[in-house]
């Protein structure tokens, strides 16, 4: 699974918590982290509560982030890879699924880019979101005025798994089938 969030540990102590949490549930269940490798912020805690609870950990990190020390140095395996499109590739093609909690841009660009793969159909995997403390409010505001406004879907709407608790998350992931929706709304509409 693959885990995208903040180099950032954030504001509320509730986010690192989440991640903590969600680190510890996927070894519990067997389920192998990957993620971006670094060992700051949201990620290292992520990785670090994975690798304690006995799990695998795979990170993936351009060379750029590792030469500026932010590698994670215990890690199961690590890939150093050159570019960030080489380390969304390298990311997506290694994980059966991907989780997004709470982040910035990076968090945002990354789990966006796969989900819009999925709506694409490029790849069958299922995309969740671990809303932690509300973080992602505003988000689960957007998907639905972007869906009422007809930029999306119902069925692409809902290719984005919303959940508080990790576990909860991981079973409906784990429940996920790929919706047969076309992408393409009303061509003629203007």
Do not use: N
Not at 17 to 34: P, S, T
Not at 162 to 188: F, H
Request: proline content about 5%.
């Amino acid at each position: 699974m693959a885990v995208y969030c903040g180099s950032s540990p954030g504001a509320d102590p509730a986010f690192a918590a989440a991640a903590a949490a969600l680190g510890r549930l996927l070894a519990e269940r067997g389920i192998r982290l990957v993620y971006g490798g670094g060992h700051v912020g949201l990620m290292g805690v992520v990785a670090d509560a994975c690798l304690a609870g006995g799990g695998e950990v795979h990170g993936v990190i351009t060379r750029a982030l590792e030469a500026k020390e932010l590698a994670h140095r215990g890690l199961t395996s690590l890939a150093v890879v050159e570019t960030m499109h080489g380390r969304k590739e390298a990311m997506a093609d290694l994980a059966g699924g991907f989780i997004m909690p709470p982040g910035g841009f990076g968090t945002l660009d990354e789990f966006f880019e796969v989900l819009t793969w999925t709506q694409l159909g490029i790849h069958a995997k299922p995309c969740g979101v671990l809303d932690v403390a509300g973080y992602f409010a505003p988000l689960r505001d957007l998907l639905e005025a972007a869906t009422r406004q007809r930029f999306l879907r119902p069925g692409h709407r809902d290719l984005v798994i919303m959940d508080t608790e990790p576990g909860r998350l991981l079973d409906r992931l784990d429940e996920w089938q790929p919706a047969d929706v076309d992408k393409w709304l009303d061509l003629r509409q203007r």
